[in-house]
């Protein structure tokens, strides 16, 4: 059975379509990429899926459970966490607060024991910090840098922070928009990596978008190719570069950088 | 908590809420700090012995300002919610007080729960709803909130009208009554402190770093599994209950209150407390609300243009110190 299930999904925005029937999965432990040209409604998908779009039509199932009424919140609790397409990291807290933030939908201690530090609310403080250390640990970031304001980090690191965060949150399917936008080649090679060690030994699937379509032919089990909200090719990296429908997508587009990469 | 190496020290992150601000730097370890705080409390100890009675009494009130500041700071400096009517959780705890008292015979600390949890009830019903929408609607709810409040209180029987309530006895505590200026000092020099350990315990927990997540970015921080609106809601219940508190206290230092007590010029004397010292810094905000009452009082000779000068004073001190008084310090 698939992890996250998309059926039939549209959206619009005052009466303009920006997502016409879209019908997606995602298998539980893949790698799976979303690409397509600028515009074709990607983010969309990603905000429908986290609660943050109410689509008019369809449904988003997730581990069997239907997320489409939730609140972003909701859809976190219940196993999916996401990156932004421009990094959100909290300005003005330190790498390790803004990874803890991922702990805060798996504990629970509210205001009357913090004031009182009982004993159960000390031992939460430290398991928060323990699981943000490791995320932090895991993505790559130096014990060096915990303490240092988020946003002071070289973009790169930043990225990564975000990852973390998101890691941090305990998901099964982790959402990345974008992940390698703005990165060197050696740090692209490094999130190849990542990626894969985020599904291997965590057992985290993960949806992308990207537009390096280099590095999602590298890493995906699976590519869909969305145009104009519509969902037009499904297959392996191999079949995705010799469909005609999406060489025509791309060549029609702005995007013909990509489509030569294809 | 066992340490491993490389594990993040407790310390490390206390020192980042900039709680202390630019203190950080002076105080940079934690026993200077212990030194710091034991010096000023020994000198707020020994103040009403040193200044006498009218310097004890405007003291008194800074105090008081300084908690509803402190509670104020909850809302406004932490989970940035723009509350313009919070002189009206100031009032629902002076008036549980007053009411209950005077009219019922309750003895002052039984009132005083009513008085939280009053406050409490009003702060959801206010918060509830309006926490759900973005941006500024807060700011105008609570204004009109505020205005409600004080209009109720001067036009309803049980609140005495316009002339309000008088009359209302003076606590015992353990055999110790607490009647004369100093007595009163006192009482307001510990919930100070008592307020000032429950901001900074707030701060450093769970909770606290989801009002500094979701007032840096609400979007980011619903996507890391934040309610929002339930984050936000604890906020402005906790900093009701803070106002509701310091309006018991003040209702009973007085022995008398009315409307005029809760008027929206006092919600924005707190509020000016708050942004003069130092949005989120504790010691900020404690600055501040003692600027706000010894200010004027400072400038007494100067008649009737003490409030222009000292309207004159804030807003150059807002000019060049747009983050507040309080040096912003500790971010590296």
């Known amino acids: 059975m698939a992890l996250l299930e998309l059926n039939a999904l549209s959206l619009g925005f005052a009466g303009n379509r920006v997502l016409n029937d879209v019908t997606f999965a995602v298998a539980p432990g893949s790698v799976v990429s979303l690409i397509g040209p600028n515009g074709a409604g990607k983010t969309s998908l990603f905000n429908c899926i986290t609660g943050f779009y109410k689509p008019q039509r369809g449904s988003v199932v997730f581990d069997g459970s239907e997320m489409l009424r939730l609140k972003p919140w909701q859809v976190t609790r219940a196993g999916i966490a996401r990156t932004f397409q421009n990094v959100r990291l909290f300005r003005q807290m330190s790498v390790l607060e803004n990874v803890m933030s991922g702990q805060h939908c798996r504990t629970s201690m509210g205001a009357i024991s913090a004031v009182l530090r009982l004993p159960a609310q000390r031992r939460e403080e430290a398991k928060i910090r323990e699981v943000a250390a490791e995320c932090l640990r895991f993505v790559g970031i130096a014990n060096d840098e915990w303490h240092r304001d988020a946003s002071t980090l070289a973009y790169g690191h930043q990225r990564r922070v975000e990852i973390a965060r998101a890691l941090a949150t305990n998901p099964k399917l982790l959402l990345l928009d974008e992940p390698a936008a703005g990165l060197t080649k050696g740090e692209k090679d490094e999130l190849v990596t990542l990626i894969r060690r985020i599904r291997d030994e965590r057992q985290v699937a993960v949806l992308l978008i990207e537009h390096d379509t280099g590095l999602v032919m590298t890493i995906s089990e699976r590519v869909s190719v969305l145009d104009h909200g519509v969902m037009i090719a499904e297959g392996t990296p191999r079949e995705i570069q010799s469909n005609p429908r999406v060489i025509e997508a791309y060549l029609g587009s702005e995007d013909a950088e990509a489509a030569l990469a294809l | ?332």
Do not use: C
């Open chain 2, 1 to 332: 908590m066992a340490l491993e190496p490389g594990s993040p020290g407790p310390q490390a992150v206390e020192a980042r809420p900039s709680a202390w601000g630019g203190l950080t730097v002076l105080l940079d370890t934690p026993a200077k700090r212990v030194v710091a705080i034991v010096a000023i409390l020994l000198v707020m100890a020994v103040a009403p012995q040193i200044f006498g009675a009218y310097i004890t009494v405007i003291l008194t009130n800074a105090l008081l300002y300084a908690i509803l500041a402190l509670g104020l700071n909850i809302v406004v400096g932490y989970a940035g919610l723009l509350d313009l009517g919070y002189a009206a959780f100031f009032a629902v705890g002076a008036y549980s007080v007053g009411i209950l008292t005077t009219e019922f015979g309750w003895n002052f600390w039984a009132t005083l729960p009513v008085a939280v949890v009053a406050a409490a009830v009003a702060g959801v019903v206010i918060g509830g709803p309006t926490l759900r929408l973005r941006s500024d609607y807060l700011a105008i709810v609570t204004l009109g909130f505020g205005e409600i409040v004080r209009i109720t209180a001067r036009n309803l029987q049980i609140t005495g009208a316009a002339s309000g309530i008088s009359g209302i006895d003076q606590p015992w505590l353990y055999g110790w009554h607490i009647v004369s200026q100093s007595d009163f000092y006192y009482v307001f020099l510990a919930l100070a402190v008592v307020a000032v350990l429950v901001s900074v315990r707030l701060a450093n927990s769970r909770l606290g770093r989801a009002w500094l997540y979701v007032r840096h970015d609400e979007d980011a921080a619903e996507a890391m599994g934040i309610d929002r609106v339930r984050v936000k809601l604890a906020a402005y219940v906790i900093g009701a209950i803070y106002g509701s508190i310091g309006g018991a206290f003040f209702a009973v230092n007085l022995t008398a209150i009315s409307p005029q007590s809760f008027s929206f010029q006092q919600s924005t004397l707190f509020l000016m407390a708050v942004i003069l010292g130092g949005m989120g810094k504790i010691p900020g905000v404690i600055l501040g609300a003692f600027v706000v009452v010894l200010g004027p009082e400072f400038l007494r000779d100067l008649g009737s243009f003490r409030y222009l000068v000292f309207a004159v004073g804030l807003l150059l001190i807002m000019l060049f110190r747009p983050g507040g008084i309080w040096p912003a310090g500790g971010r590296r």
